[in-house]
């Protein structure tokens, strides 16, 4: 499974920004997809994940109310519309193919393929 992620770039706090992740190579629409994010020097964190169908959605609590998930499994895309930016979303946002259909499992061993990620830097 190949997985490209796009869309990142510099904004000013406040701005939108959205991030796509198109997904080749392999059965798509049977997993999860999720977005990460991680800055030098820390973990890779969880930002938000999608169940297989679509239906059922979860954020973290930093970026929840900012940030919609969403995704076409006709097109294999997932994308992360990333509104009312702040400056520590600041990262590179990584996209990522679950192990499993369900959202419920969010640690980073739970996906098995991982995009190459996509710089978002948000400036005062």
């Known amino acids: 499974v190949q997985l490209q992620a796009s869309g990142g770039g510099l904004v000013q706090a406040g701005d939108s920004l959205r991030l796509s992740c198109a997904v080749s190579?392999?059965?798509?629409?049977?997993?999860?997809m999720a977005w990460f994010r991680q800055t030098p020097g820390k973990e890779r964190e969880f930002v938000s994940i999608?169940?297989?169908?679509?239906?059922?959605?979860y954020y973290a609590d930093s970026v929840q109310g900012r940030f919609i998930i969403s995704r076409d499994n006709a097109k294999n895309m997932v994308s992360l519309q990333m509104n009312s930016l702040k400056l520590e979303d600041t990262a590179v946002y990584y996209c990522a193919v679950s192990r499993f259909s369900g959202a419920e499992r969010r640690r980073k061993d739970d996906f098995v393929s991982w995009g190459q990620g996509t710089q978002v830097t948000v400036s005062s």
């Open positions: 999608i169940n297989s169908s679509g239906v059922r959605k």
């Open positions: 190579g392999g059965l798509f629409r049977g997993y999860a």
